[in-house]
């Protein structure tokens, strides 16, 4: 028995190019890619979803065949670029006992420099004062307790509202199909059920890939990897074994998605998506106009959905499930109010811990790394880099960043005033440096 519904008589209908363009795919696209951020989130795509065209055009590109490259053609990204799980650059490294100079490393280098600009928010700022000309930071990671595998799993998010609020699309959808079932428009129930269907089985497909760290493996013999990430106000100081660093600096996030390297499942899946979009264009004319509502509803609301999935910060998610992988290694910063006692903290820190007794100690170069951090190529600031390299390899309790002698017999006046000023920013650094002894557990 069906109810007599004056929409069911009605004979107006809906524009349906219209509805289909004022849905986009962008929020739906943007959704689809935090599936593997989430657990649980493959099993929750049982919905009808707007802007299959546009997914299934986008992720339609992953599939390697001369088949799939006809019916989605362009580039053929491989999963971590297609998901943003990778692409991105990293800050220049150095490492000051190996010698490495990476001009840009990898995506988990840049997660690392973005988790350090959050520390600003999330950890304590020491301000030493001084002359203010230039202000920057120094960020301490120790990742010595750092203990990634060689494919271990990445840790995904456990964020409950994200999952349970997954249960509103898929309440709309089934409550708007079992509607237009009461009211015997089985055109429109039919669209809504595809419409679930194809949604579910492409999120839960997509996000079967499983997220792991591929590593690379340094050489036992290889000496420490403490280095330090250049940004442009800040410096991030590595301290660790070379595994643990090029963990960071070298390795990458990758995306198994389990269906050889041409990963036709996706492909079946994007054509499955594609169909949907069709079907639904050609026959949502031939729905009832109350079941034509139902189903813009049922799109409506899980639309608001996608845009929820959208708004979360992915990079943000995905540094913090980086730091949890990395077992929270902890961060130290320090607020600096110039470059010169920014770079003469940094290069102190770098030297803590230095065994001075090993004729390998030759290779830290403190000079080299202070031009490294400042490249000022003039009298002063070369004068500079001598006195406080010398500085930092001293043996002495009490350092000297007094400018006098051999330093400044060459220098005129105003370049002596000048090469004080710089000193005593420097003298500020190290007084951050001693800071850092007592809050980062730091070997002299």
């Known amino acids: ?22 849905f986009g795919g962008e ?10 951020l989430y657990r649980g989130r493959r099993w929750l795509g049982w919905y009808n979803s707007p802007g299959s065209y546009t997914v ?15 019916i989605f053609p362009g580039p053929n990204p491989t999963p971590e670029e297609m998901f943003g799980l990778d692409g991105k650059v990293g800050p220049r490294f150095i490492g000051v006992f190996s010698g490495t100079d990476m001009t840009t490393t990898g995506h988990l280098a840049y997660l690392t420099a973005q988790k350090a600009k959050e520390a600003k928010e999330t950890e304590e700022k020491i301000h030493l004062g001084g002359r203010i000309t230039a202000p920057g930071s120094v960020s301490i990671i120790d ?39 009461f009211v015997r428009d089985w055109i429109a129930f039919g669209l809504i059920i595809v419409g679930m269907v194809s949604n579910g089985l492409s999120c839960f497909v997509i996000g079967s890939g499983k997220l792991h760290f591929q590593l690379v493996e340094p050489s036992t013999y290889a000496p420490r990897g403490d280095g330090f990430l250049m940004l442009r ?23 198994d998605m389990g269906d050889g390297e041409e990963f036709n499942t996706v492909g079946i899946c994007s054509l499955l998506l594609l169909s949907q979009f069709l079907i ?9 106009l109350f079941g034509q509502i139902m189903f ?13 999935l959208s708004s979360l910060e992915k990079e943000k998610i995905q540094t913090d499930l980086l730091w949890s992988s990395l077992d929270e290694p902890p961060i130290t910063k320090f607020a600096l109010p110039n470059r010169g006692s920014q770079a003469a903290c940094a290069c102190f820190v770098l030297h803590a811990g230095v065994d001075m007794s090993k004729k390998s100690s030759a290779n830290f170069k403190p000079k080299k790394i202070l031009e490294y951090m400042i490249p000022n190529d003039t009298r ?28 400044i017999e060459d220098l005129e006046d105003e370049e002596q005033q000048l090469l004080k000023q710089l000193l005593a920013d420097a003298k500020y650094g190290y007084g951050c440096y001693q800071r850092s002894l007592e809050t980062c557990g730091l070997i002299p």
């Open 27 to 36: 929020e739906a696209l943007s959704a689809m890619s935090t599936v593997h």
């Open 56 to 70: 299934a055009k986008k992720f339609g590109q992953l599939a390697k065949s001369r088949f799939w490259d006809g």
């Open 1 to 22: 028995m069906s109810i007599n519904l004056s929409l069911n008589k009605a004979s107006f209908t809906l524009d349906t190019s219209g509805v289909m363009g004022f």
């Open 143 to 181: 990742v010595d307790s750092v203990k990634l595998k060689q494919g271990g799993d990445v840790l995904t998010m456990k964020v409950y509202h994200v999952l349970c609020a997954a249960a509103i699309p898929i309440t709309s959808s089934l409550a708007t199909c079992l509607a237009c079932a």
């Open 233 to 255: 106000n800040d410096i991030v100081v590595l301290k660790g074994a070379e595994k643990e660093v090029t963990s960071i600096t070298k390795a990458k996030l990758v995306l």
């Open 280 to 288: 639904q264009l050609l026959l949502v004319p031939r729905a009832t």
């Open 296 to 308: 813009l509803s049922s799109l409506a609301v899980s639309w608001a959905y996608n845009s929820f």
């Open 380 to 407: 002063v600031w070369e004068a500079w880099r001598e006195h406080v390299a010398k500085q930092v390899l001293s043996k002495r309790t009490i350092k000297d960043f007094e400018p006098h002698g051999e330093l």
